[in-house]
């Protein structure tokens, strides 16, 4: 049986497909403001401002892989479980094997 974080990552991952759009959408909120304070630091002349965003972005980039890494282990578990299971790979390593 799966437990909550599992069934809420595999409902996830088989519920409806993004379009690129809404992807786009949904990273551009983080990264073009950020973006443009970076191009505002580089017009001033602001190395703080530089800095700033580029802190920003390192830590967006953190906190996606980590939640990409907590994600890929959750379903990970739970098709081992589904294996454990079904054994549905068992079927088709002895196909392989004739």
Do not use: C, W
């Not at 049986?1 to 983080?30: A, I, K, N, P």
């Not at 959750?74 to 549905?88: D, H, I, T």
């Amino acid at each position: 049986m799966l437990d909550e974080d599992e069934r809420r990552v595999v409902s996830h991952f088989l519920g409806r497909r993004r379009r690129t759009f809404d992807s786009v959408v949904e990273f551009g909120v983080f990264i073009l403001p950020t973006l443009a304070f970076a191009g505002y630091g580089l017009f001033r002349h602001d190395l703080l401002a530089v800095l700033i965003a580029y802190a920003v972005l390192l830590t967006l980039v953190i906190l996606y892989l980590g939640y990409t890494k907590r994600a890929s282990d959750l379903l990970r578990s739970a098709l081992e479980k589904y294996e454990a299971g079904a054994g549905a790979l068992d079927g088709n390593a002895q196909d392989s094997q004739r």
